[in-house]
């Protein structure tokens, strides 16, 4: 049965965090927001911070993210290269927190060292994968001048969400999983819920 609450907790972060992708992610795009992506980032630190207070094992946010993907694949056309962004944001969070945000370890500079790491090196990973690695056009263009950009510029405002978020997610983690663990049946079936809605929403708006 935990293994099922587990399960249900990741996808409903996932969605959360899919919907932000979805909703939020096609309105600022849409308008040409500067440094949407940042936006999106904080709110996406913030989801898997919380999600690690509550799941605090390795591979948790990575899985999480993955459903984030699936989420934005199912109900919108994404670009590749957004699809990608989020995966590796989750994966570096995913091995940044496994480290430095153990189960025992609460200390805030800890979380907060670990949204510095996951902002910076998520940007990195990203920039640096599409450009060489997957050879993108858009980003091959772009040349060095826009990867630096992107890890140093627009990675930069993302770390400093970072280091409010993360900690603020953790704690607000934290704090939650002490309180649901006291009615898990109540819990499991709103998490359920949760997820049902998130879904419909997806589709409605």
């Given at each position: 049965?935990?293994?099922?609450?587990?399960g249900?907790?990741?996808l409903?972060f996932?969605s959360?965090?899919?919907?932000?992708?979805?909703v939020?992610?096609?309105f600022?795009?849409n308008?040409?927001?500067?440094?949407?992506?940042v936006?999106l980032?904080?709110?996406?630190?913030l989801?898997?911070?919380?999600?690690?207070?509550?799941i605090?094992?390795?591979?948790?946010?990575?899985?999480?993210?993955?459903f984030?993907?699936?989420?934005?694949?199912?109900?919108t056309?994404?670009?590749?290269?957004h699809?990608?962004g989020?995966?590796?944001?989750?994966?570096?969070?995913?091995?940044?927190?496994?480290?430095?945000?153990k189960?025992?370890?609460k200390?805030?500079s800890?979380?907060?060292?670990?949204?510095?790491i996951s902002?910076?090196?998520?940007?990195?990973?990203?920039?640096?994968?599409?450009?060489?690695?997957?050879?993108?056009?858009?980003?091959?263009?772009?040349?060095?001048?826009?990867?630096?950009?992107?890890?140093?510029?627009s990675?930069?405002?993302?770390?400093?969400?970072?280091l409010?978020?993360?900690?603020?997610?953790?704690?607000?983690?934290?704090?939650?999983?002490?309180?649901?663990?006291?009615?898990?049946?109540?819990?499991?079936?709103?998490?359920l819920a949760?997820?049902?809605?998130?879904?419909?929403?997806?589709?409605?708006l």
């Open positions: 049965m935990r293994n099922l609450k587990d249900a907790w990741l409903f996932g959360l965090w899919g919907i932000s992708e979805v939020g992610g096609g600022l795009y308008e040409n927001v500067a440094y949407s992506s936006w980032s904080a709110w996406a630190l989801v898997l911070a919380i999600a690690r207070g509550i605090n094992k390795p591979g948790s946010s990575t899985i999480i993210a993955g984030a993907v699936i989420f934005k694949m199912a109900n056309s994404p670009f590749f290269c699809l990608l989020i995966f590796t944001l989750g994966l570096v969070f995913d091995l940044a927190s496994s480290f430095l945000m189960k025992e370890e200390r805030l800890r979380s907060m060292l670990s949204g510095l902002a910076y090196g998520g940007y990195a990973f990203f920039a640096l994968f599409i450009t060489y690695i997957v050879r993108y056009e858009y980003w091959v263009t772009g040349g060095v001048s826009k990867v630096l950009n992107h890890i140093f510029v990675g930069s405002f993302a770390a400093l969400a970072a409010v978020v993360v900690p603020l997610g953790y704690w607000i983690g934290v704090n939650s999983e002490t309180i649901t663990s006291r009615r898990p049946e109540w819990t499991y079936a709103g998490t949760g997820i049902i809605v998130l879904w419909t929403l997806a589709k409605i």
